[in-house]
């Protein structure tokens, strides 16, 4: 309520600029295509009305022309208010901003005046958004009914609105009441959640059925119950919402909630249900204790969903609902992340082809051409020009060898690193012979194509904070090696601003719900051995802004704790700063009978008997080898552990006992059963209550290793202390690659360990927790846009392949009910 | 008003069964999964509770089994009312619908009983459609205040909800005075459009300038605006929005506007605006003379975005808004198209690797699996039996030579017509081996990709008329021939219903606006040579129904008239069964300067000093050749033709006058200039106000063919009577193709002709209108699943490449303000 807050809230907002008179051209790029004669016309014009009693001009710097100024008469003023000049000249520029020199004058005009101001008439004119703000402080005062429709023009360069209201008192008071209630608009709303009834059915009905049993709420609903505010949503649909990020700004100074991580034992196979707990635990935690919170998931893969692994909205009665929705398109991401790598992938091949066919000379003249008379540079080639060193901007004046290096990127067929993508499992694009058609002339090579989600691009979406850090993550990547051996980046191919523009809703999160109607936001899916594997920084931000202090954000981890979680750790709260409270491991008591020396298990065939029938000792195996060291590794970064076991039917309460007992005395801080799988968030009830006794415990968190360790003691320490190796051993080609990295200054990227998921150590067979062995890194590779290294310990398919029977043969859509029938 | 029309209106609308009592389950496809034995408790459960007073059982016929028919009391009655048996059991059948029998209950209802019913208390269970009616009409008229979050159950299957309401009594009148509020509702709706002031400058900004000094209304405004319910819209964002077809149904009954084709001169590599035509003809009619209107554009593919063509949203002041949505994304269809039409290539590799490495019986075991210990086939294993002849369901039944002939598609592999897809210009997937991995066992072969626009799902998406009709159509479509020269299906390959389910959303036309408010649709963009080159059917008959009798509806053919407009005529009215009032044929000096023998027109080079100065000789002479060529093949359809001259700057009042006075002697209804693109609507009043005219002309519409003509002599019809040649001439290729697709029965489909746009001929350089040449078909190819042939006249490209400089170095995203420049 003080002027001091005043200033803030004007420093910080551009939305307000409530008062009077505001004549605003939008700044732009280009200032010189702005028409300033007509601007001159209309300023002359308003001068010269007699209703008309003053202008604010509000312009970018380079407009403000001797002609501009001249038009506007500076002893015009407000009658009965002589010493104020409604006509001062606002001066504003472009590249610092509007808002503080209209803000100043806003003070002024507030700090001058004691006495009310007198107004016969006013006159509004500038963006949609001040428009508003100012309308609604005027109708509040003057009870004019206005014609909102009128109020469409977004600046001056089109249209010029005049709307004169009679006898207006302005009172100061008035505008701070406005602004006051502005801000308390603005700030953080408790939750008013209003869960959905979950009657689970037995036997539980199969996933499809269970999600269209329930009708979500609207997502706007949704969205107002948990304090966003109307204009920060962007509906898809009735079912699901993109959430703008200005929601970071606005809920600044909000404490965050409680953060929590899913993780888990090494799976079998048949994977041990790490989205289904964070997706019921949610639920209890929401529908059931009432405690604010968010679950942070991966956007699945489309291909997957056809092929053998069906949908990933988590199953039974913890899902997000409509899972059809969540496993086919959703808003467009991953398609988005497809056209923008397959953008770069085009442009690598045509670059290399123009290059082959073109002098020095007719490149140049193609890529810098004469537009009307004028050569220019565009910007993403002023930065190519400067990290070559050629501080120009006058294309003319290049030399013939600045000219040569400029438009040869020189790439070496045998060294481009950029595949391109789909987002289908086609495992016969793994490795492909391209341009062998006469128009590419000969200019043939060997690539391939990965799943859409294991493009860079995927990890850079993922571990983005802002679309600025975004975009310069799109122009660092690197696509491969000139002959000369320099790395080539997006942004010498001129193409990393198409790549963000195609990129600039996808950096949105998605905003859905469980079937009981507790918010989840869907965002980004990285591969999890070459990439991180974890859902983005920005959902997990807004999300902790949004549940509060005492809310908790639950996010989820690829694969096991000894790949996901580390890279959660070293990766992910590097990037995003953020720090967990919890650990959550699950385990299962298959997968745990499997590590304590059980048969093999494998999808496709009928599990042995083992694993169906009470088997303590397996149980036991289990517990004091894989899960003991999942917890130790959890410790290693100072985070207490809860283990929740994932209960399935064929499991005997006293092998539930046991393993919450060996868990306890392995160090962590609880263990409990989960039934959310049968029966929802009521299931996870234990699970809610641990976690939340958990987050009273002190995390001590810390890295594993600093950065700027030599990348060959960031990969042991990460075998040695999370893998239980002896040692590593490098490849010779590992090794020359580790010399080139540190070579073009990428030592100090933290490491991301491309390895099976189905060990702790590099061998898929060896269960349990392996010891004795040394662990061999084959090759190493950047992602230095996404900025991380990955040593590859195996092979790692990055395109699946479809089975004999791919899911697609169940999966059909009836034509008058519009239903989906097969999706599992 | 009377029973008839309730009986009508019963019929018709599902949601209506506002009565009482109804237990509903969902129809779907495996009845088998639901739990009747849960039913059955849920029933005996209502019929012993004394608060339930009657049940409405409605449930699929398959489902009425003793058990269920016995657990229903059938003297429980409702009190008050000793001739109305509540406990009725309603029969309805998955086959036929739910809505008769519970249509004729509610009617029985209505007519039995004059005295108004008493009922204590009511039991609603059922689709949510149902209950918010039945729900409204019983707060309306007990008062009683009802939480309405708790109705949110979609069917019987996992929830039964029961609602009790005391002291309510039921009026008949009141029933239908609700019906018929609700109908009232589902009525067309006058349209009360509110369009945007424009203010255009000179000289005219860059498109993205002017699109983005424009603020679009919401688009959930614009849909109430045009009369749509808030129902039938799936926003995407705040400025597009998917409509959904059950439209179509609601407005059933409403009488179609007037149907306006734009189609165009043969014309230079530049392009003479027809999009911008368009749009400024439906701004005009919208904004300025009041009279709705409605375009129908296609969605541009990205790839050219981002290569050299830029955007395709209109230009200058005739533009959909915001013109980077319109170019990037949109609603995802074009994603949908690529991730449908890439799964289907994927399909078809891996089943051949598949086949070529198991046994008969392997693929079985693997094809029909054991599932719980019972064998079934799927659906669409049960149609493929079907057209191999072969009517058992049940697997071990089958023969060894039935097996094999199931299990084996055999597919040729140098017959394979199928092609991948990417929305990308990248001219090296013209030409790739795939499956040169050692994971694919050798199995290699040569194939392409084409640009997503050119997948035949997008031709089907263009020509479908219904979801069912286009499941048949991704059905039918032939990928290529197995050794033994059958036709080989999608269907075949099991992945038909799989891309249904990918395509449902983008069924679905989505709306946008122009720069002054007036609704556009865009939806569906199919090559104008490989196919046919038109915006989608559905679009256009929502639009129809929409703009209402008196309106407009401007849709858009691609190329020059010879090719678009002839496909229009001969491949889309024939499958929408719509007939056009005008075709508005554009022309510009500039083209037919070129037809009347000007030098060569390209892209990139300046422009020969003909084409800037007056030159009326030049100008006749294209009038007299091209133009008049274009508006002979409109008459040959009998549909009038008002010729509209696309105006630039450099055009002189005398040439101006020349086009438009030469045009009507050839027959034109009218000729007028055009000055949409400096002036938005209000420079295209004359060309309005022509079509206004024109469409109270007779049109007496016809075919240029019948279907049932031979192949050939259709060809031989098109290449006479629209291009001017003397004959044409089969390749040997051409022949047996033919006589392989009459012998598979394909020889009534209509014909789309793949030839240069550049002229009437095969020549691209032969301008004006060239006679005597003989029509080369090279190849023939066919589309069965969107429906034609496509005979192959020269080579056409289907996969663009990227310039040395292509549009991308000049696209960038600001990352504060989030807005991107330089699109164009």
């Known amino acids: 309520r003080t002027k001091a807050a005043m200033v803030t809230l004007l ?72 010493d104020l000049n409604m006509g001062r000249l606002v001066r504003g520029d472009a590249s610092e901003g509007f808002v503080p ?26 963006g949609e958004g001040p428009l508003r703000l ?65 009657l689970p059915l037995t036997p539980v009905p199969s996933d499809i059925e269970i999600s269209r049993a329930q009708t979500p709420k609207p997502v706007d609903q949704l969205a107002e119950e948990i304090g966003l505010l109307p204009e920060e949503l962007e509906a898809y649909g009735r079912n699901k919402a993109k959430v703008q990020l200005s929601l970071l700004d606005r809920l600044h100074s909000q404490p965050d909630g409680n953060y929590v991580l899913v993780a888990g034992i090494t799976p079998t196979p048949l994977g041990e249900g790490k989205s289904t707990v964070t997706i019921g635990l949610v639920q209890a935690l929401s529908a059931h204790l009432k405690l604010n919170s968010f679950a942070c ?130 495992r016969f694009l793994r490795k ?17 194509f990965d799943i859409a989600v294991a493009s860079e691009i995927m990890a850079i979406l993922a571990l983005s904070d802002s679309l600025k850090d975004m975009k310069d993550r799109l122009a660092h990547m690197v696509v491969g090696t000139s002959r000369s051996g320099g790395p080539v980046t997006a942004e010498d191919l001129g193409v990393s601003g198409a790549v963000a523009v195609l990129m600039k809703d996808a950096i949105k999160p998605t905003l859905m719900q469980t079937l009981e109607g507790t918010p989840v936001f869907v965002h980004a899916g990285p591969f999890a051995n070459i990439a991180h594997g974890n859902s983005s920084v920005l959902a997990d931000k807004l999300a902790l802004k949004l549940v509060g202090r005492d809310g908790f954000v639950v996010t989820e981890a690829g694969f096991g704790a000894d790949i996901g979680m580390e890279k959660f750790f070293n990766i992910k709260c590097r990037a995003s700063g953020l720090r967990p409270n919890v650990v959550v491991l699950v385990a299962t008591v298959r997968a745990l009978k499997m590590h304590g020396g059980g048969p093999n298990v494998s999808a496709g065939a009928p599990l042995p008997r083992e694993y169906i029938n009470e088997n303590l ?39 539930i006992d046991l393993v919450c007992q060996i868990a306890k005395t392995c160090g962590a801080s609880d263990a409990v059963p989960c039934h959310h799988w049968s029966q929802g968030g009521r299931g996870c009830l234990e699970l809610a209550q641990a976690v939340k006794e958990a987050t009273r415990r002190p995390s001590n968190f810390q890295f594993l290793y600093p950065t700027e360790m030599p990348i060959v003691e960031k990969i042991r320490t990460i075998a040695q202390k999370v893998y239980g190796a002896n040692d590593m051993e490098l490849s010779p080609e590992a ?15 933290p490491i991301c360990m491309a390895k099976t998921h189905l060990s702790l150590s590099h061998m898929a067979d060896k269960k349990g927790a392996p010891t004795g062995f040394i ?50």
């Open 11 to 82: 420093r910080r907002n551009p939305e307000i600029q409530p008062l009077l008179a505001i004549l605003q051209v939008k700044r732009q790029k280009d200032t010189c295509r702005i028409n300033y004669f007509d601007i001159c016309k209309e300023l002359l014009k308003l001068n010269n009305d007699p209703k008309v009693h003053g202008v604010y001009l509000h312009l970018p710097a380079a407009s403000l022309t001797s002609r501009v100024l001249g038009a506007l008469n500076p002893e015009k003023d407000v009658d009965g208010t002589t």
């Open 101 to 126: 020199p209209v803000a100043g004058a806003v003070l002024d005009l507030l700090g001058k005046h004691d006495a009310p101001l007198k107004v016969k008439s006013v006159l509004l004119v500038g």
């Open 134 to 198: 100012a309308l609604q402080c005027l109708i509040e005062r003057s009870g004019v009914e206005v014609n909102t429709s009128h109020w469409n023009s977004k600046s001056l360069q089109t249209q010029v609105h005049l709307h004169l209201f009679s006898n207006l008192t302005v009172k100061e008071s008035n505008v701070i009441h406005s602004c006051n209630r502005w801000i308390q608009n603005q700030q953080y709303r408790p939750w008013r959640l209003r869960s959905l009834k979950l």
């Open 297 to 426: 998931l991966r956007q699945p893969s489309q291909g997957p969903t056809f092929g053998v692994k069906g949908g990933a909205a988590g199953g039974g009665y913890a899902q997000v609902i409509p899972m059809e929705e969540f496993n086919l398109h959703l808003t467009g991401d991953i398609h988005a992340i497809t056209a923008a790598n397959n953008l770069v992938a085009a442009a690598i091949d045509a670059r290399m082809l123009h290059e082959a066919t073109q002098s020095d000379k007719a490149l140049f003249n193609r890529l810098v051409p004469t537009v009307n008379g004028v050569r220019t540079f565009s910007p993403i080639q002023i930065s190519r020009l400067r990290r070559l060193g050629i501080s120009k901007t006058e294309p003319t004046s290049l030399t013939p060898q600045e000219v040569s290096a400029f438009v040869r990127l020189d790439l070496d067929p045998s060294k481009i690193t950029w595949q391109r993508v789909l987002d289908t499992n086609d």
């Open 432 to 448: 492909i012979t391209v341009g062998q058609a006469s128009t590419e002339k000969g200019q043939i090579r060997e690539t391939g």
């Open 617 to 655: 000792s397996l149980v036991a195996g289990g517990c004091h080898s894989n899960l003991k060291k999942q917890i130790q590794i959890a410790h290693l970064f100072g985070v207490p552990v809860v283990v929740a076991l994932n209960v399935f039917k064929t499991d005997t309460r006293a092998e």
């Open 735 to 749: 090794k020359s690659k580790i010399d080139y990295y540190n070579q073009q200054g990428y030592g100090s990227l």
């Open 775 to 824: 662990l061999p890194i084959r090759d190493i590779r950047a992602s230095v846009g996404a900025g991380f290294i990955y040593p590859l310990v195996g092979t790692m398919s990055t395109m699946p392949g479809l089975p004999t029977r791919p899911c697609f043969y169940d999966i059909d859509l009836d034509p008058d009910t519009e239903e989906i029938t097969g999706l599992f």
